[in-house]
């Protein structure tokens, strides 16, 4: 399948037309219109510095059901012991600084680039995308962000400083069962193993119709 180039027109072609990784158009810009258009329809941006502006719709889509989020062991102690505290919108900018420049294994870049935060924070301006910070000692030790869209919450990153710290933002966003859905875009064993499960596309996009 033939790869769409966007230009200033307000639009994405359907979801079917990615190719087998997921890649759907390339171009366009990261306003918010056109931001809160491609998450509405099963699209996110994902590319590096430098690099032209990439939309992607994987099928199949990892997704986590909040009434399936699996919780070890280790992280009922961390809960019981009360080490972390959890807020929610108290710096989102912050959250996505270190989201950007925390070291992860195996990637050298950041696909957070400047031009993502700025056009992130104008949807957090405009109560679209929210985040969760993850405390210990008055120190932001972890968090995610993401982009609410009423019953889907489309999960974008998570940092953590300490161990647990992201995974404990992460159960605390399930447990509020303000979602039917958790977007978390594409697979990762870390993700499987607090419960996430793949799912076709198309019925990932009728969670979206909701």
Known sequence: MSIYFLNEDLFFPSVENANNEGLLAVGGDLLPERLLLAYKSGIFPWFNEGSQILWWSPNPRMVLFPEEVKISKSMRKVFKANQFKLTKNYCFKDVLIKCATVKRNGQEDTWITESMINAYVKLHELG????????????????????????VFCGESMFSNVSNASKYAFIKLAQENRYKLIDCQMYTPHLESLGAREIKRIDFLEYLKD
Request: hydrophobic share 40%.
């Open 128 to 151: 679209k995308a929210v985040s969760y910070e993850v405390w210990e000692n008055e120190e932001l030790v972890g968090g995610l962000y993401g982009i609410d869209l009423g019953t």
